[in-house]
């Protein structure tokens, strides 16, 4: 069964670094999601991505973040300028269809990338 | 700001047992509600999807129902078993590509 994978699974940084968190979404999916969750939090949505741009982002996805889709399988969430309220387990998901295409859809999540900031 | 509520949040049950559980979520520019469930160390896994209000949904030993007049799904669980220990996750998605996530009930089936 096709499914979302994520690299790596756990990631260290030092405060003020740069991070690249990886995904590979299931393959004929076009919509890309980008969740966190802090640790004893809910899970965040950050952002929403279909047909190369951003289609929705939340509060948090603020101008340290940016997402890219560098080749037609990779879907990356770079923090510019890590801090250390970044620490919290980072997942990816994907659908075939999104609410506004119109249509009923389902997310798929990757396993998730556990980034710590020191 | 939206807010969708789970309760209880944490709930312990007798294997054999039957149980419920609440998603409470706003009515207005309602899309769909999602159920997904989350074992430790793994990633969410989704159960339903659900648009119409009234909808029904079942896979095996779990159910779901919604209202979306009074913002409110259930999900049900039949005769419980050790592996339905798990979180159990809503999610509220309006008409854009938000998603906004419960805060779980965090399942223990006893043996």
Redesign the interface.
Known sequence: EPEVTQTPSHQVTQMGQEVILRCVPISNHLYFYWYRQILGQKVEFLVSFYNNEISEKSEIFDDQFSVERPDGSNFTLKIRSTKLEDSAMYFCASSHASPSAGSSYEQYFGPGTRLTVT | ILNVEQSPQSLHVQEGDSTNFTCSFPSSNF??L?W?RWETA?????LF?M?LNGDEKKKGRISATLNTKEGYSYLYIKGSQPEDSATY?C?F???????????GTRLHILP
């Not at chain 2, 793994?42 to 989704?46: I, M, N, Q, T, V």
């Open positions: 899309y769909a999602h997904y793994k990633s969410p896994e989704a999807v648009t996750l999610a998605s309006g008409r854009d590509d938000k998603i906004i996530f419960g805060k």
